[in-house]
C-alpha cells in the first residue's frame, strides 16, 4: 500500500495478488482487506484478484462501494464510486501490454507477463486549495 499526499487530502492505493486456490480463500482475503481500509478515506485496490468480476470477492468490493473500472478478467483496479463525493472522475480505462498491443511496439507479439497491464485515467473534480 501506498498513501499518497495531495495537499488537501491523501489517496491510497492498495496493490494486491490475492489466492488462485478457491473462491472461498480469495473472498476471505478480500473481507479483511476491506476491513484493514475501512475509514481510512479514498482508496485505489487493483492487482490480480484471481478472480472474475461475477465473483464473491469482486462482488465484496463493489458492495464496499468501489467501481470495477475495467470488468471482464481477473486483474481489476478498483475506484472509488463517483457518487462518494470524492472528487475523482474515472476518465478511461483500457487493457494494456497484451501480447498485440506489444507487436505494435517491438514489431512481434510478445508476452512479458501472464497478465495484461490496466491503464486508468482520473480526473480530479474539484480544485485544489491555494
Same mark, same amino acid.
Request: hydrophobic share 40%; net charge negative.
Given at each position: 500500500m501506498a498513501t499518497l499526499d495531495l495537499g488537501d487530502e491523501t489517496l491510497r492505493v492498495?496493490?494486491?495478488?490475492?489466492?488462485?486456490? %478457491?473462491s472461498a480463500t480469495t473472498d476471505e482475503q478480500t473481507q479483511d482487506l476491506l476491513s484493514r481500509l475501512?475509514?481510512?478515506?479514498p482508496v485505489i485496490v487493483a492487482g490480480d484478484f484471481n478472480a472474475l468480476s461475477d465473483s464473491p470477492a469482486v462482488r465484496r468490493?463493489?458492495?464496499?462501494?468501489?467501481?470495477?473500472?475495467?470488468?471482464?478478467?481477473? %486483474?481489476?483496479?478498483?475506484?472509488?464510486?463517483? %457518487?462518494?463525493?470524492?472528487?475523482?472522475?474515472?476518465?478511461k480505462a483500457a487493457w494494456t501490454f497484451r501480447p498485440a498491443d506489444l507487436e505494435k511496439?517491438?514489431?512481434?507479439?510478445t508476452e512479458i507477463s %501472464?497478465?495484461?497491464?490496466?491503464?486508468?485515467?482520473l480526473r480530479r473534480q474539484?480544485?485544489?486549495?491555494?
Open positions: 492498495v496493490g494486491v495478488h490475492l489466492s488462485y486456490h %478457491d475501512a475509514g481510512h478515506g468490493c463493489l458492495s464496499a462501494g468501489l467501481v470495477d473500472s475495467l470488468p471482464g478478467d481477473i %486483474d481489476h483496479c478498483l475506484l472509488p464510486a463517483d %457518487d462518494a463525493g470524492l472528487g475523482w472522475k474515472l476518465e511496439l517491438v514489431g512481434q507479439a %501472464d497478465h495484461a497491464g490496466i491503464l486508468v485515467d474539484r480544485a485544489l486549495p491555494r
